[in-house]
């Protein structure tokens, strides 16, 4: 792991891995424009990390005494202190509609992404191939969705995109396959996110 000390205290610090989460808080990094120092870790966690995280999951963000490790929350507070590139609409009924929206992909879809990406050791066949139906039929039936805004729902990036671009980046490695007739709208908002500079700095 980095040493914080070695580091300004105002800088931010995100510990991370290769999984959805971490690219999640990448992603929203590099939407916000802020700069970051990275300590990209793999499959051991450094006991200096239960200090930061009881849980011991990653991602953690830090910045001075403050250490992060629930993606709602690190956005709220990203959201709130940096006013650059805002991932939330102007007035407070959007903001709530948004939230809810972010809510709803959370609970509806992102509950059966990470099923399919469980770690081998805890993988359930049998829930995976409920959950890969479950999430492909949902994704094509709300593709016409995508037809109406240029990103989810809104004319803006924001902060579904940033939790869904991530999600749909790996939908080959949870063995998903959109029809591109049927899916066309949802396709091509794939390619407008993935052709993004922060989504393309958060994958390196």
Request: aromatic fraction near 10%; glycine fraction near 2%.
């Amino acid at each position: 792991m980095i040493d914080a000390n070695d580091i300004p205290s105002s800088q931010l610090i995100l510990y991370a891995d290769d999984g959805y989460d971490s690219h999640v808080v990448r992603l929203l990094l590099e939407e916000k424009k802020l700069a970051y120092y990275l300590s990209r870790l793999h499959s051991e966690r450094p006991e200096d990390l239960t200090e930061l995280n009881p849980y011991h999951t990653l991602p953690v963000l830090q910045q001075r005494e403050i250490a992060l490790y629930e993606i709602n929350v690190i956005f709220e507070y990203l959201e709130e202190r940096y006013h650059t590139s805002k991932l939330l609409p102007d007035t407070p009924q959007e903001r709530a509609q948004f939230r809810q929206l972010a809510w709803r992909i959370q609970h509806d879809w992102l509950v059966l992404g990470k099923r399919l990406l469980m770690h081998p050791d805890s993988f359930n066949k049998a829930q995976a191939a409920v959950a890969r139906k479950q999430l492909a039929d949902s994704l094509v039936t709300l593709s016409p969705l995508f037809a109406h805004k240029s990103y989810f729902m809104a004319d803006d990036f924001g902060w579904c995109d940033v939790l869904l671009a991530p999600l749909l980046w790996r939908l080959d490695e949870m063995g998903i396959v959109l029809p591109p007739a049927i899916s066309r709208p949802l396709l091509d908002y794939q390619t407008r996110i993935f052709e993004r500079k922060s989504f393309q700095a958060s994958i390196r």
